[in-house]
C-alpha cells in the first residue's frame, strides 16, 4: 500500500537525521509516538508532537522509557503504527519491552540515537556502543532486526523500511543512529506518497471461530487480530500455545522460540542490506557503518590514491547479521578493518563470520568524536601485504 | 441438569481448571466482574481486559474478553496506549497491588493524574503472593511475610488516599466478603469517563493470612465481615489499613474531571483550529 499523501512532507529538505527520521515514521504510517525526554534523541518526538495534531494521531510524553517502551505496544494492538526514541540510558530500561514485543510478536520500532557510555556517559557526543545491546539486551531468546543509517537521507528511508519490516515480521525493529547522525544537516529528498511502499497490518481474515491468535499459516508469521471486533483472544509475554495460551512444557518453548528465530533468520539474505563497493580486487576491506561508514570512505579515497587495493563495505542492516557477504569478502581479501565507535563490537561478528579465512582488525575508538580519518587509514596501511 | 451459570460465557472454561489456590479470593472478584459486565449491558466485544504479573495479573488469561497479560507492573501504560489509539475500546487493568503501586507506582499516580479513561481494579491482598509471600508497599505495619520473618516495619500505601491525590474520579475499596457492593461498583465505572480505581481486599490464605496466623479463606472472610465499616465518602486520609484494625469500606471519591482525551482534543483545537485532524479511531489497516 502507498503513503498516506496527506501525511508525507515531499519535496527537498535540509533536515537533520533527527527531524528526518521523524518524518520517515510519519510517512510510515506511525500515528503513535511515546518517548521521555532524553539527549539526543529528542528532537524526533518533539518534531512528531508538532506535526501529529494537524497529520491525524497521537504523541504522548511518559512518566520513564519503561513506560514509553510498553505505552506504544499498547497502542499497536489498539491497531496504531507506533514508536518511541531514546538514548542509551533510556535505551538500557527499555530491555525488557523489547523481549516482550518479540515474544507477543507486536510489530514496533525503537530509536536508539546512540551516545557515549556507560551510564550517563556523554549526553550529546557519539557512539556506537549498543550495538549488542540491539542484539543481546532483554534477557532469552530471541532474534532481532537493526538498522544502521549514515545519513539525514537514510534516516528517512530506513526508518520507512523499519516500520516495514516490523510489520512483515511481526517483530520490534532497532534503529540505531548514533549523535552525529542524528544533528547533522543535509539534503533529504521526501518523495511524492505515492512512490511510498507501505507495508499494512497483516490482520486476519479468517472469522473468530476458526481463528488461533498463534497460529502460522506455513510462514512462521501469525496473522494480526484486531482489537474490539469479538475475537476475544488472549495475549501474553509467558510462554504460549497457538491459541495464545500459557502452556509451561519445554515442548511449547522449543516450538514457540525456534519459531521466533526461524522467522527472522530464514528471511535473512532478504533482510541483510548493505552496500559493497571495490571489494572484487580489493586486498583490504573497510567493514563499517553509520556515522564511521562516512569516515572510513575518506580513507579508503586517500588509500587508493596512494594506489592500495582497498574495497569497503558497508551494514545498512546489522542484525540479522550479514554472515554470507562476510564470509565471502573473507575468503578472497588479506585482511578485514572494523573501524567503530566502541571498543570492539561488530568487529566480534565479522571476525565470528569470516571463521579465520583472514585477519580481522579492529579500529576502535571509545567514543565522544569520530575516528580521525588517519586512525583508519594507517590500520589498511599496516595491513597491507 | 443445572441451567449454564451466568457468568460462564464470560470465562475461558477451556482454561479451567485456574492456577488459583482453594480460597483464594481472586476468583471472587472475577465473579463480581463477571455479574458487573452483565448488569452494565455494555458490548462485551468493546471491553479489554489488561493485567500486570501475579496471581491477580493470571485474571486476563481467564476472562472471554480480548486481554492481554503484560510485563509487571506495567498493564498501566500499555493499557493507556490501548485506550488512546482505541478510544472506543473500554479498557479495564486488572491486577495485584504490588503490580500497581510497588514496580508499577509510578504509571499508577501519573495515569491518575492524566486522567486516563481507564478502570483499574487493584486485588489487594497485601501481598505479592506469586512470588512467596514478600512484602508490598501494602503489607500493614508488623505483618510477617517472606522477607519481613520479624514483621514488617515499614509504613504501607493506603491506595485510596495515593490515587486521589493523583486525581483519579473515583474511588472505592471493598473486600470478597462484600460481593453485591463490589459489583455495583464495577458496574458503575463503566458509566465514568476518567481514571477509576476499585481496590479489593482479598484473602491470600496460602501464604499471607497462614503467616500471620489469621486462618484460611473462611477466617478471612469472618475477618472482613467483623472488620469492616461502611463509611460512603470517606475522607481517604482516614482510610490507611492495619494489620487487625478496621477496615473502612465504601464510596470515597465520585467526580468528575476531563479526562485526558478530553483535554488534548481542547487544546488541539484551541491552538490549531481547522489544522487538528482528529485521531481516526483504528489509525492503520
Ligand atoms: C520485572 C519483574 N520483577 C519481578 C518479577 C517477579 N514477580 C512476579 S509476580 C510478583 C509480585 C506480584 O505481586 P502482586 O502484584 O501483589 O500480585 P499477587 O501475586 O499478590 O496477586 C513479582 C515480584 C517479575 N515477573 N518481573
Ligand atoms: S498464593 Fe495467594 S493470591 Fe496466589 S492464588 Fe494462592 S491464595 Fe491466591
Keep these: 500500500m502507498k503513503a498516506d499523501p496527506q501525511a508525507v512532507l515531499t519535496g527537498t529538505h535540509f533536515l537533520d537525521g533527527d527531524k528526518a527520521c521523524c518524518e520517515g515514521a510519519i510517512a510510515a504510517g506511525a500515528r503513535f509516538a511515546a518517548g521521555y525526554p532524553i539527549t539526543p534523541a529528542t528532537e524526533i518526538v518533539e518534531r512528531f508532537a508538532s506535526r501529529i495534531p494537524s497529520v491525524g494521531g497521537t504523541f504522548i510524553q511518559m512518566e520513564d522509557e519503561l513506560a514509553a517502551s510498553i505505552v506504544l505496544q499498547g497502542a499497536v494492538w489498539g491497531g496504531a503504527k507506533a514508536f518511541t526514541v531514546t538514548s542509551g540510558p533510556g535505551f538500557s530500561l527499555m530491555m525488557e519491552h523489547i523481549g516482550y514485543a518479540a515474544m507477543t510478536e507486536t510489530p514496533c520500532v525503537f530509536v536508539d540515537v546512540q551516545r557515549g557510555g556507560p551510564s550517563t556517559g556523554l549526553p550529546t557526543l557519539p557512539a556506537q556502543a549498543d550495538m549488542m545491546q540491539a542484539r543481546w539486551?532483554?534477557?532469552?531468546?530471541?532474534?532481532?532486526?537493526?538498522?544502521?543509517?549514515?545519513?539525514?537521507?537514510e534516516c528517512f528511508d530506513l526508518t520507512i523500511r523499519a516500520f516495514n519490516l516490523a510489520e512483515e515480521f511481526r517483530a520490534p525493529v532497532m534503529f540505531m543512529m548514533d549523535e552525529v547522525v542524528g544533528h547533522m544537516t543535509e539534503k533529504v529528498v521526501i518523495p511524492a506518497a505515492d512512490q511510498i511502499e507501505i507495508t499494512p497490518r497483516r490482520f486476519t481474515h479468517r472469522s473468530k471461530f476458526e481463528y488461533l491468535p498463534y497460529g502460522t499459516n506455513g510462514d512462521m508469521v501469525p496473522d494480526f487480530v484486531p482489537t474490539g471486533q469479538?475475537?476475544?483472544?488472549?495475549?501474553?509475554?509467558?510462554?504460549?500455545?497457538?491459541?495464545?495460551?500459557?502452556?509451561?512444557?519445554?515442548?511449547?518453548?522449543d516450538q514457540l522460540v525456534r519459531r521466533l528465530q526461524k522467522k527472522i533468520r530464514a528471511a535473512a539474505a532478504r533482510i541483510t542490506f548493505f552496500e559493497e563497493e571495490g571489494t572484487e580486487n580489493a586486498e583490504v576491506i573497510v567493514i563499517s557503518y553509520g556515522i564511521t561508514s562516512r569516515v572510513a570512505q575518506r580513507a579508503v579515497e586517500l588509500g587508493r590514491a596512494r594506489g592500495l587495493k582497498i574495497g569497503k563495505f558497508r551494514l545498512i542492516t546489522a542484525w540479522p547479521f550479514p554472515d554470507e557477504q562476510i564470509r565471502r569478502l573473507a575468503l578472497h581479501a588479506k585482511a578485514l578493518v572494523v573501524p567503530e565507535l566502541n571498543l570492539g563490537q561488530m568487529v566480534r561478528e565479522v571476525e565470528r563470520a569470516a571463521a579465520g579465512l583472514c585477519p580481522v582488525i579492529s579500529v576502535p575508538h571509545a567514543g565522544g568524536g569520530v575516528h580521525r580519518t588517519d586512525d583508519i587509514l594507517s590500520a589498511l596501511v599496516e595491513v597491507m601485504p | 441438569m443445572s441451567t449454564l451459570n451466568p457468568v460462564e460465557p464470560l470465562l475461558r472454561s477451556d482454561r479451567l481448571p485456574h492456577i488459583w489456590c482453594p480460597g483464594c479470593g481472586i476468583g471472587i472478584t472475577i465473579n463480581c466482574f463477571a455479574r458487573a459486565l452483565i448488569e452494565s449491558k455494555i458490548d462485551l466485544d468493546s471491553v479489554a481486559v489488561v493485567s500486570g504479573i501475579g496471581c491477580s495479573g493470571r485474571v486476563a488469561g481467564y476472562v472471554n474478553l480480548d486481554s492481554f497479560h503484560t510485563t509487571h507492573g506495567r498493564a498501566i501504560p500499555f493499557a493507556t496506549g490501548l485506550k488512546l489509539a482505541n478510544p472506543k475500546l473500554?479498557?479495564?487493568?486488572?491486577?495485584?497491588?504490588?503490580?500497581?503501586?510497588?514496580?508499577?507506582?509510578?504509571?499508577?499516580?501519573?495515569?491518575?493524574?492524566?486522567?486516563?479513561?481507564?478502570?483499574?481494579?487493584?486485588?489487594?491482598?497485601?501481598?505479592?503472593?506469586?512470588t512467596g509471600g514478600q512484602s508490598a508497599p501494602t503489607t500493614p505495619e508488623h505483618a510477617v511475610s517472606a522477607t519481613s520473618p520479624y514483621g514488617t516495619f515499614e509504613p504501607p500505601f493506603n491506595l485510596p488516599h495515593l490515587v486521589e491525590a493523583a486525581g483519579a474520579v473515583y474511588i472505592a475499596r471493598w473486600t470478597?466478603?462484600?460481593?453485591?457492593?463490589?459489583?455495583?461498583?464495577?458496574?458503575?465505572?463503566?458509566?465514568?469517563?476518567?481514571?477509576?480505581?476499585?481496590?479489593v481486599l482479598s484473602p491470600c490464605p496460602t501464604l499471607y493470612q497462614r503467616r500471620n496466623k489469621m486462618g484460611d479463606g473462611l477466617d478471612t472472610m469472618k475477618f472482613y465481615k467483623e472488620k469492616s465499616r461502611i463509611r460512603h465518602g470517606a475522607p481517604t486520609s482516614e482510610v490507611g489499613l492495619t494489620?487487625?484494625?478496621?477496615?473502612?469500606?465504601?464510596?470515597?471519591?465520585?467526580?468528575?474531571?476531563?479526562?485526558?482525551?478530553?483535554?488534548?482534543?481542547a487544546q488541539y483545537v484551541e491552538a490549531l483550529g481547522d489544522r487538528y485532524v482528529e485521531c481516526r479511531e483504528t489509525t492503520c489497516n
Design chain 2, 176 to 199: 470478597t466478603f462484600h460481593v453485591r457492593q463490589l459489583t455495583r461498583a464495577m458496574s458503575e465505572i463503566f458509566k465514568k469517563k476518567g481514571f477509576s480505581f476499585i481496590e
Design chain 2, 90 to 130: 473500554e479498557v479495564i487493568v486488572y491486577s495485584g497491588d504490588g503490580d500497581l503501586s510497588a514496580i508499577g507506582g509510578n504509571h499508577l499516580i501519573h495515569a491518575a493524574r492524566r486522567n486516563i479513561d481507564l478502570k483499574v481494579i487493584c486485588v489487594n491482598n497485601l501481598t505479592y503472593a506469586m
Design chain 1, 137 to 153: 539486551g532483554s534477557h532469552g531468546d530471541y532474534e532481532i532486526i537493526a538498522l544502521c543509517p549514515n545519513s539525514p537521507q
Design chain 2, 243 to 265: 494489620l487487625n484494625g478496621e477496615i473502612i469500606v465504601g464510596k470515597f471519591v465520585d467526580r468528575d474531571r476531563p479526562d485526558y482525551a478530553s483535554l488534548m482534543r
Design chain 1, 230 to 253: 469479538g475475537y476475544k483472544f488472549h495475549m501474553t509475554g509467558l510462554t504460549h500455545d497457538e491459541r495464545g495460551y500459557p502452556n509451561m512444557t519445554p515442548q511449547a518453548q
